[in-house]
């Protein structure tokens, strides 16, 4: 699990997230949430559990965390895929799902989306004419 976590870390890093350690962020109920990565853009948070399984389980944590700290929540499954009915809820949360292979993908996506919004007030000052 240290590999996964240095991933992540250097991922976010490299996306322009802040990381958050120790990985925990206190809930509207008043009581700290684990997660095993945490890490910020100042306005929202994105947190992600990472299982070696997951199950139903696995998912109703995570969501319950979600759901008491307001973080955008992602559940990484070492094992690359959840069961299917694990799925099916995570789906349902609105969690997020990675796989070993796909955690940097989600961070290459928020550097390209970055990128992206750049880029456009470029576009609109050079079609504007003197």
């Known amino acids: 699990m240290y ?14 997230l802040t990381v958050i350690k120790p990985a925990v962020l206190t809930g509207k109920s008043g009581y700290d949430q684990k997660f095993t ?10 947190a992600f559990d990472v299982y070696t399984e997951v199950s139903e389980r696995e998912v ?7 759901l ?7 559940v990484v499954c070492l094992q690359g895929r959840l069961t299917p009915e694990a799925a099916a809820l995570a789906r349902e949360y609105g ?3 990675l796989g070993p292979g ?20 470029l576009r609109q000052s ?5």
């Open 95 to 97: 969690l997020g799902v």
């Open 60 to 66: 109703m944590r995570s969501y319950l965390k979600k």
């Open 37 to 46: 990565f945490v890490a910020t853009d100042g306005a929202l948070n994105y």
């Open 3 to 16: 590999y996964e976590k240095l991933a992540l870390e250097v991922n976010a890093g490299a996306s322009g």
């Open 126 to 130: 050079s079609s504007i004419s003197p």
């Open 102 to 121: 796909s955690v940097g993908d989600f961070f290459n996506k928020r550097i390209t989306q970055q990128l992206r919004a750049m880029a456009q007030p």
């Open 68 to 74: 008491d700290t307001g973080a955008e929540t992602y």
